[in-house]
């Protein structure tokens, strides 16, 4: 695929799998980003862009599509005709649900702490970290190279200027020796929306690079993925083909069905229980 095919693919995901996440009638830029890697295989670097935002706006200047903030200030993109609420049948539609990677192999590719070597079997899945010597690549070890701070400290330095943030305390937040946890606080205190993009920005980025060393060593999706339940899969389907509206209403649907033994089995947060049965607890 050359550059100009890596466009009009671009162009392909995003038209097919536009939906509005603003009044303003718009897609976050973050949004597409992630289905558009999902479905791609690669970023846009493969093909000689430096963000996705320099995809964005080479569309943009083809007239394809509009880019600006939208009424949250993110960075947004608009298409010029409206899309239907229900796509026509024949029009193919995203439906990956979202797999997370077993804690283990997470753990190993992000942390940079404890040093030493990291490794995985590539038959059981056991993942060991920090180790003093290099374990047997002949008795089924493979090398974990983690992902380095400083090129997810550049994502989250991307995602800031896609979206236009040069608030001084969120920037500053990517420089802490925990800018994990302090950059997403930092960004929740002022974007709450935008906090849980950079999470499921950060989430599809850090899958992307194992899923392409688990094909680089020949390693099986088994030992690296959670097992995806059937029940989770159908509703990640939902919900992203449909929108959070629909599954909530499906789910409430599903509620309303049940029996009281059913609904005592299910858990229920103690905020919203407090809420109905003690709400003068609350006030």
Known sequence: MNNAEYLKAVYGVITKNFRSNDPSGSMTAASAASIVRTVVGHDQTFYG?????????????????KTGPNSKHAYAIWLPNPIPA????DVPRLSVPFQRLRKPVW??????????????????????????????IDQGWVRIDPVSPNF????????????????????ESIESDQWYVQFPKALSSEYPALASEWKRVRSHQIINIVKDWSKKNNISEQVVYEPLDEVAN?????????????????????????????????????RQLVAVLRPELLS
């Open 86 to 89: 229900e796509p026509p049948k």
């Open 107 to 136: 753990f190993a590719f992000v942390a940079h702490m404890p040093l030493g070597g990291r490794y995985l079997h590539r038959q059981t899945g056991e993942v060991r970290i920090g180790t003093s010597e290099p374990l047997p």
């Open 49 to 65: 862009f430096e963000k996705f935002k320099d995809v964005l706006q080479e569309l943009e200047n083809q007239g394809l599509l």
């Open 152 to 171: 997810e400290r550049g994502m989250a330095r991307d995602f800031l200027r896609d979206h236009g943030i040069e608030k001084t305390e969120i920037v």
């Open 234 to 270: 159908v509703l990640a389907v939902v919900r992203h083909k449909n929108g959070d509206q629909t599954l909530r209403q499906l789910l409430l649907t599903a509620i309303e069905r049940m029996s009281t033994e059913d609904l005592l089995r299910v858990e229920v947060p103690a």
